[in-house]
T-cell receptor, first 115, second 116 residues
Framework: DTGVSQDPRHKITKRGQNVTFRCDPI?????LYWYRQTLGQGPEFLTYFQNEAQLEKSRLLSDRFSAERPKGSFSTLEIQRTEQGDSAMYLC?????????????FGSGTQLSVL | AQTVTQSQPEMSVQEAETVTLSCTYD???????LFWYKQPPSRQMILVIR??????QNATENRFSVNFQKAAKSFSLKISDSQLGDAAMYFCAYRSFDFGNEKLTFGTGTRLTIIP
């Protein structure tokens, strides 16, 4: 169990550029979640997958955001035409459903700064 | 929609003392889960303790315990014998019991400082 890993740890980009983040969940976990955390706030839900199916998307996920989990393993979150308001930490989490005490494991996040 | 409120942006406690962090929530559901997560400077959210709303008994995990008052919609975290490693942001979170609605709703957090 190597935990949830996210890449990159930091990303600095210019406004208008596209960025893509990657999340590798714990290998046997079928659920994968994306959250966004801005300074001084708690994480806010963006979207989640069960295996490769995207089951829910938040209103926060504008048309510029897209998430995929092509083979039910790793996931990518892409932001097109970044804006300064997109600056935040993007957290990924995974879990295994059906267990008696389902637990969510978080990665260390990708910190995005849009200049 | 559910909301979670943490009214203490910052708290401090002397090492080895006890501190209580407050959390209130609003929901119309009768079954749900409540959590406390810790976020140290490494940024990784770590589950501290979990409470099922249908359970009368307050959850405990070693030095961590909760005071769950369902009628008052209150869920406080007590940390006993505080240690330097407890310094972190603490987030209270709510999750619906309904299948297909498993997202967490977080509060704004409480920054806990441990004074040596």
């Amino acid at each position: 169990d190597t935990g949830v890993s996210q890449d990159p740890r930091h990303k600095i980009t210019k406004r208008g550029q596209n960025v893509t983040f990657r999340c590798d969940p714990i290998s046997e976990h079928n659920r994968l979640y994306w959250y966004r955390q801005t300074l001084g706030q708690g994480p806010e839900f963006l979207t989640y997958f069960q295996n490769e199916a995207q089951l829910e998307k938040s209103r926060l996920l504008s048309d510029r955001f897209s998430a995929e989990r092509p083979k039910g393993s790793f996931s990518t979150l892409e932001i097109q035409r970044t804006e300064q308001g997109d600056s935040a930490m993007y957290l990924c989490a995974s879990s295994l459903t059906g267990t008696a005490n389902e637990k969510l494991f978080f990665g260390s996040g990708t910190q995005l700064s849009v200049l | 929609a559910q909301t979670v409120t943490q009214s203490q942006p910052e708290m401090s406690v002397q090492e080895a003392e006890t501190v209580t962090l407050s959390c209130t929530y609003d929901t119309s559901e009768s079954d749900y889960y409540l959590f406390w997560y810790k976020q140290p400077p490494s940024r990784q959210m770590i589950l501290v303790i979990r409470q099922e709303a249908y359970k009368q008994q307050n959850a405990t995990e070693n030095r961590f315990s909760v005071n769950f008052q369902k009628a008052a919609k209150s869920f406080s975290l007590k940390i006993s014998d505080s240690q330097l490693g407890d310094a972190a942001m603490y987030f209270c979170a709510y999750r619906s019991f309904d299948f297909g609605n498993e997202k967490l709703t977080f509060g704004t957090g409480t920054r806990l400082t441990i004074i040596p």
